[in-house]
Structure formats: structure tokens, C-alpha cells
């Protein structure tokens, strides 16, 4: 989930948040968790790095650095042998140094949540905030009356300082909020998120602040002083000023603050509904029943009423595997709709959400809140969107035809046996998407293909990562035990992040396992960035500084960075939770499609960790979002790689390499309805720009009725009873912008085919495409990263032709 950014006006200048999400799957999956693709989660809490640095190889004690095979099972053990994962959390020094063959030992005092000594309790997190707050106010103070050579010459470097100071604390309590199961943590993250959101959306509105960064930028001699980073951040910050109503009066600007607030405020609301049914059970009427509807096994766990209606719980996974296995289309139907219909409040907020971005463009001069939005993205404008989109589904329509006539060829009792594509749209529906999928599979397969998932156990496919990285970029992943407190679950795994060349380059919490109340949403979280630290910064009498040490650093060419942090998040379920082929002794396996989620969600781990700037606000997957998800979707492809998945896939229990017959056979299976993939995230998107349009300011405006209208005008998999805009949480988090995931996923595909079509681990291209893009984070043009990493310097422009180009003859 880049959950990254919330794009309201507000988090524009000083919050530019980096918490990711993936967007992989249709509005039509039957399992409702959409990989939200999007870019989020760029946390600044670090922490001072000791003054040795932990090796594989350490001379003193003699011990031999570990092969790569040795390294790849250390991975697997870690995840994959819960009494090793215990063993090596809680041995001894020595113990580690003979499992390991490296220096880690743990210290016996409690730190707090990732290593910060403010986080063991949640009146820290309080404490951290407050403290981060005071010193905010005394900078901003220092900022706008230091009008001394030296304080103009920095203001720069200052405004990007006090937006890290604020994200510190925005990103970590957005961690917290998601992530953490303690809920007197989430009620203290949530307190300080709201007291930091507010703060900022009064500097983005400071006109003393305003006034200084336009002196500065105006200033040739000034400006001749800085580096090309700091001009760009410096033109950044000014459009985010324009951006947030600087330029209006003092009464409107206030105005804008509030709506700003009121639009936070009510987009949050919205996003803690999403998951809300709007009724525990789906009721299917007597009448439509009938004998052996409900498969055996789950006989148990449906009910029925005193008037004999079948009660199914839409909770769980029993509506999911019910929707794959009744042949009932009545019982499918009425569970599909439940399950995507949300409490009519849940609309209500939704329409008073879109309806206050609406008014907010308009005080800003713009038609609708899309227009407002899009001006500093990669598409420029709500026109150029609409047109790829529309060239896009035009590429795809085609494709969805023939595998929804596939779907259609098994149906039993067909009542039209060659029916036109605009009957089809009418014969299959959303409901019967399942159920006919599986009824296909089960044609295409033989009842004896094994189970491929037994290949990839999550502890291979980290290891299977860890040597693929080691191959394109140089860097490596390796374990750590993690000290008390300084983890939110026993289930979190911790691995530094090692370069061939620079040593340690970042840490990554992995939080991948099941657990109940969890957010199924897999996301990737920037606890902290990897951005230059000043010598100001170290020095423990720098008023601006916080009084304990929370960050730590690392040293690359004579310089001081700050360490990013990152967490992964996915919730894999134990294989023994949903198939009874395998054992409880069986560690978490993977689909192919879950191998592709992580293989995402690390994607945008490197480019956090490889985006190392000078400035916060470009770090990493600090960029434009329509920009975010080209490297999580780029990383993604290598999991379709038959030559990528061949070097890691072992047997769990024999050790055995995954056969090619065998992947060739399930990715025929995993391939089917890719096109009805990519349709149904056209319709998303579309949906997303009509309703940010000016369609908000009718009479009549109705966010249920436009969706049926662009669902049945789109045809396949229509759905004209559910009111599942509501569920749809992106259209806070992107608004407007959710596009940005086919855009990118375009991008990728043409990265790919120049790139690393030939050979996926050429260190060659992983060079160049660590140095033409990663390691920019936002601090250089997309449309100048793309083209360079093309070698197409007519894509520089970024205009209509360059989107055309992006958008024609390359599947995604």
C-alpha cells in the first residue's frame, strides 16, 4: 500500500508523506482486498547508529563470511522455523556470532518502537510530539526573522528541516495508526496526527513563511548559492504555498484552513468505514433455495432464519469461498452485494467529502478539485488522464471479450449458446465472476498438479529477494535479532540492508504473518528517510534540535545521513488456514500472486532506502504520485520472471527446485483475466476522475448513480446494485490521482522490455536504473527520469505525445 500521501491540501508543503500501497487487484475480486498501489510512508524517526558497524565478516573474531547459500537459508529460517526465529531473537552474544557469523548483540535495556526511547509507552509518543512541536514554533519564529546573509542563504534548508521535524511524527503516528494493535498507542497516534495536521495547515498558509521563500528565490545572488537540490525543493515549497491560498486574503485563507481541516477530518472518517458491511449477514429468500446450494463444509457455518431464509455471515472467509463454490446464482448475488455495500452514512460522507474538495478548487481558481490536483503531476491535467485511460481501455476491451466468452463457455445451462459481447455484459455479472473462474480452473487443471505455493514459503521468497537485489543493485538483506520493545508484534522480522559498497544503507521491519484485526492492505511504511543530516543537526545545544537521539546515521563519502526506516506490512495467511492438503507444521506459503505483492511493497522499500537525497521533502518515494509506483511496479515484474523465479523457488520440506513445466502450467492459470484486471482498474480510475470533476456542484448529485452509469456503460462485469464507492478508500487518498498506478504500470512495461527483457539480473541495467531514477527520489523531473532511463530524450516534454507514447502497445 504506498499508503502513502493523503492528497488533500494540507499535506502538500510540509507534509509529503511516503506510505505506499499497491493497487493490483479489480474492484471485482471477490477477495476485496485491493493491493492499493499508491505512495506513502515517509517517516523521519532515525536513530544514531553506533560507532562500529555490524558485519558478516568481522576480523577480530575470525569468522568466515557466510556463502550466498548459507545466507538465503538464514533468511528461510528466520521466517519460515518460528523455535530458530525465537533462538535467534533471544540467544546470547556468543550464540549469534556462531549462528551468524556476525557481530548483532542485543541490549538488555528497553528502547521503544523502533529503537526510539520515547515510544515504550504511549504518553511518550505524546511527549515526542510536543517536543517536536515546540521546536517547530521556534524554528518557524528563527525562519522568518533571520534576515541575516547566512539565514537567507539556508532558509531553504530550513523549511525543508522544519517540514522533516512535523513528518517525524506525521509518519510515525500514520504507522501507528494502521499498524499498531495496542489501541492506546492508535488513540495517541491519532491525537498527536490531528495536533501536527493542524499546525501545518497553518504554515501552509504563513505569509511570514511565504514572504521570506519568495525574497530568497527572487535573489539572484542568493539563489547562485545554492545547489541545484535546493532550488528545486525551494520552487517545490513555493508551489505548495500557491497551492494552499497564499496569495488570498487573510479572511478566505483562514477559510481555506478550515475547509482544508474539515476535508481531513471528514476523509479519515470515510477511510475508517470502508471495511464497514452494511449488514453482518447476506439473506437470500427461501424461494431461491435449493438442495446441496451450500457445500457441505460449509453447512456449519451458515444459519437460516425462522421463516427459512439462508443467513451467510459476510465476515471471514466463508462468503469468499461460498462465491467460488454455489452453484446458486441468487446466493452468489445477494453475498456479492453485501459484501460491497456499505451503510448509507458511509455515502453521506463520502458525497460531503468530494462536495468540500469541490468548493476548495474553486477557491482556488480551478474548475474542480482534479484540475487542482493534477497541475504538478506527471498528466498535467484531468484532459490528458481521460484520453490514456480512454486509449487504454480501447487496448484492453478486446481482451476482457475473449476471456469473459471463456468464462461464459462454462457456465452450465447456458441460455444463449453464442451471445453478442453486449449480452455477455448481461450474462456474467461481477457475482459470477468467482464461481466461473473456478469452474475453469478446474477444467485447465489436473486434479494431481502440485501445488505450487509449496515452492515458495515467505522466508524463500525474502531470501529469493535478498539475492535478486544483491544481483540488479549491489545490496543485500540481512537479519537482525530485535531488541525489547522495539518491535509492535513477536511476528516482525528486522533486516538491515547492506551495501556491497557502502555498508549499511537502512533497516526494514517486516511484518508479513497473519494476525487477527489486522489490515489485510499489504503497504509499505517510511518511518524515517534517508536524507543529509548537517552538522547543526548533531549538535545537542541546536535549540531546534530534540533532546534525546532519535534517528540514527550513516556516513557515504564524508557526509552524515539520516538511516531510513522502513516497515512492510502484508497479512499472509499459514497455509493450513485455507487449504487442508498441508499440516500446521507447514510454514506461511505464497501464491504467485502474493509473491508479486511483496515482491511490490519491496519495491518501494529500495527506492526508500536507494533515494538518498540532501533534502526531506524529495527523499526517496517522496515524488509526484502519479510517479510513486514505478519502481514497486517495476520490482514486481521480476516476480513474473519465469528465469527470476527458478533461482530462489525451493520445496519447503525437500529442498527441491520448482520444475518449469510446473510454473509454466500455474501461470497460465495465474495469467487468466489479466485483461479484466487492468479493465476493471480503468473503471476505478475513470470513477475516481468523474467524481473530482465539476459533476460535484449538480442539484442532483449522486455518487451511487454515477457509478451504476459508468458501470453500465462499460459493459463487462457490470454492477448496478451495490453502492460500492464507499469501499473505496482511494478516492481519499488519491483523489483524483488514482490513475497513477496503470500510468506507471505503462512505464514499468517499457522499462522492462529496454532493460531487463534480455537478462532480469544485469547489474548493467539495475545500475542504470538505480542511478537514472532510485536514486533521485523527487528531486528531478519524472518525465527527465523516464526519459533518460529510456534513452528517449523526446519524452522529456512530458505532453500529450509523451502520454500516448506511454499508453500504446506495450501490455501491462
Not at 297 to 313: A, C, I, K, M, T
Not at 726 to 733: A, E, I, N, T, V
Request: charged share 25%; net charge neutral.
Amino acid at each position: 500500500m504506498y499508503f502513502s500521501e493523503f492528497f488533500t491540501p494540507q499535506t502538500s508543503f510540509f507534509y509529503s508523506s511516503s506510505f505506499v500501497v499497491p493497487l493490483t487487484e479489480s474492484i471485482l475480486s471477490s477477495n476485496v482486498t485491493w493491493y492499493w498501489a499508491a505512495g506513502r510512508a515517509a517517516g523521519r524517526a532515525v536513530f544514531r547508529r553506533s560507532q562500529y558497524s555490524r558485519r558478516w565478516l568481522n576480523t577480530d573474531t575470525h569468522i568466515d563470511t557466510p556463502t550466498a547459500a548459507a545466507k538465503s537459508q538464514l533468511i528461510r529460517q528466520v521466517f519460515d522455523d518460528d523455535t530458530f526465529w525465537h533462538k535467534f531473537n533471544g540467544s546470547s552474544l556468543t550464540d549469534r556470532v556462531s549462528i551468524l557469523g556476525y557481530i548483532g548483540g542485543s541490549q538488555s535495556t528497553p528502547l521503544g518502537l523502533f529503537e526510539n526511547p520515547y515510544l515504550k509507552k504511549p504518553s511518550g509518543l505524546r511527549q515526542f510530539s510536543a517536543e517536536a512541536l515546540e521546536k517547530a514554533n521556534l524554528l518557524t519564529k528563527r525562519i522568518i526573522e533571520d534576515d541575516s546573509p547566512e539565514g537567507l542563504r539556508n532558509c531553504v534548508r530550513n523549511l525543508d528541516r522544519l517540514s522533516d521535524i512535523l513528518c517525524r511524527v506525521i509518519d510515525l503516528c500514520e504507522f501507528v495508526r494502521v499498524v499498531h494493535p495496542d489501541q492506546s498507542f492508535v488513540k495517541a497516534a491519532q491525537s498527536c496526527h490531528e495536533q501536527m495536521f493542524e499546525f501545518m495547515n497553518v504554515l501552509n498558509t504563513s505569509e511570514g513563511l511565504f514572504l521570506k521563500l519568495e525574497r530568497v528565490l527572487s535573489d539572484k545572488t542568493i539563489c547562485s548559492q545554492m545547489s541545484e537540490e535546493e532550488l528545486a525543493v525551494g520552487k517545490l515549497l513555493y508551489a505548495d504555498f500557491k497551492q494552499s491560498g497564499i496569495d488570498l486574503d487573510q479572511k478566505t485563507r483562514q477559510g481555506f484552513v478550515e475547509l482544508s481541516q474539515y476535508i481531513a477530518m471528514t476523509g479519515q472518517a470515510f477511510n475508517n468505514g470502508v471495511s464497514e458491511t452494511d449488514a453482518e449477514y447476506a439473506v437470500v429468500p427461501k424461494k431461491y433455495l435449493r438442495e446441496g446450494d451450500i457445500p457441505k463444509e460449509f453447512e456449519q457455518s451458515v444459519s437460516y432464519d425462522r421463516h427459512g431464509n439462508l443467513r451467510v455471515p459476510v465476515y471471514g472467509r466463508i462468503p469468499y469461498e461460498i462465491l467460488r463454490s454455489c452453484p446458486n446464482r441468487n446466493i452468489r448475488e445477494r453475498i456479492w452485494v453485501c459484501l460491497h455495500s456499505v451503510p448509507k452514512p458511509q455515502i453521506q460522507l463520502l458525497e460531503r467529502l468530494l462536495r468540500s474538495r469541490g468548493i476548495l478548487a474553486r477557491m482556488m481558481g480551478k474548475d474542480s478539485y482534479a484540475e487542482y490536483q493534477l497541475k504538478e503531476k506527471m498528466a498535467k491535467n484531468p484532459a490528458n488522464v481521460m484520453i490514456f485511460l480512454q486509449n487504454l481501455l480501447k487496448e484492453t476491451k478486446k481482451g476482457v471479450a475473449s476471456e469473459v466468452r471463456t468464462l461464459y463457455k462454462g457456465y452450465p445451462n447456458r441460455e444463449i449458446e453464442n451471445p453478442s459481447d453486449e449480452q455477455l455484459s448481461n450474462l456474467v455479472r461481477p457475482w459470477d465472476r468467482d464461481y466461473l473462474t473456478t469452474l475453469h480452473m478446474v477444467r485447465q487443471k489436473s486434479s494431481n498438479l502440485e501445488d505450487i505455493s509449496a515452492y515458495f514459503s515467505v522466508g524463500t521468497v525474502v531470501a529469493g529477494l535478498s539475492s535478486l537485489f544483491k544481483s540488479i543493485y549491489g545490496i543485500e538483506l540481512r537479519p537482525k535479532p530485535v531488541q525489547k520493545d522495539e518491535t509492535w508484534s513477536g511476528d516482525v522480522r528486522k533486516f538491515e540492508v547492506v551495501s556491497e559498497d557502502e555498508g549499511l544503507v537502512g533497516i526494514i521491519y517486516m511484518d508479513l504473518f497473519y494476525r487477527e484485526n489486522k489490515t489485510p492492505t499489504p503497504a509499505h511504511f517510511t518511518v524515517c528517510c534517508s536524507r543529509k543530516i548537517y552538522p547543526e543537526e548533531l549538535d545537542t545545544k541546536d535549540p531546534f534540535n530534540l533532546k534525546r537521539r532519535t534517528f540514527q546515521t550513516t556516513e557515504h563519502e564524508g557526509e552524515i545521513y539520516q538511516l531510513p526506516v522502513i516497515s512492510v506490512v502484508c497479512n499472509f495467511f499459514p497455509d493450513y488456514y485455507v487449504s487442508s492438503r498441508l499440516d500446521d507444521s507447514a510454514p506461511t506459503l505464497l501464491t504467485l500472486n502474493q509473491v508479486g505483492t511483496l515482491f511490490h511493497e519491496m519495491g518501494h522499500a529500495m527506492h526508500s532506502m536507494l533515494g538518498r537525497t540532501n533534502l526531506h521533502n524529495v527523499s526517496g518515494t517522496r515524488c509526484v504520485t502519479d510517479f510513486v509506483e514505478l519502481p514497486s511496479i517495476l520490482t514486481e515484474q521480476f516476480a513474473k520472471d519465469e528465469r527470476v523465479l527458478l533461482s530462489f523457488a525451493r520445496h519447503y520440506r525437500t529442498g527441491k527446485r520448482l520444475p518449469l513445466s510446473l510454473l509454466r502450467k500455474h501461470e497460465t492459470d495465474n495469467d487468466f483475466l489479466n485483461q479484466s484486471e487492468t479493465f476493471g482498474q480503468i473503471k476505478m480510475a475513470m470513477l475516481d476522475e468523474i467524481l473530482h470533476s465539476s459533476a460535484v456542484f449538480a442539484e442532483d448529485f449522486d455518487v451511487v448513480k454515477i457509478y451504476h452509469q459508468l458501470e453500465s456503460e462499460m459493459g463487462f462485469f457490470n454492477d448496478s446494485l451495490s453502492n460500492w464507492p464507499g469501499r473505496f478508500g482511494h478516492l481519499y487518498s488519491y483523489g483524483s490521482v488514482y490513475y497513477s498506478y496503470l500510468l506507471d504500470r505503462a512505464i514499468a512495461a517499457k522499462i522492462w522490455e529496454h532493460l531487463f527483457e534480455k537478462d532480469p539480473m544485469s547489474r548493467v541495467s539495475g545500475e542504470k536504473f538505480k542511478t537514472e531514477v532510485l536514486r533521485w527520489g523527487g528531486c528531478k523531473d519524472p518525465w527527465n527520469m523516464v526519459a533518460n532511463v529510456l534513452d528517449k530524450p523526446e519524452l522529456e516534454k512530458g505532453d500529450l505525445e509523451a502520454m500516448q507514447y506511454i499508453g500504446k502497445a506495450t501490455t501491462i
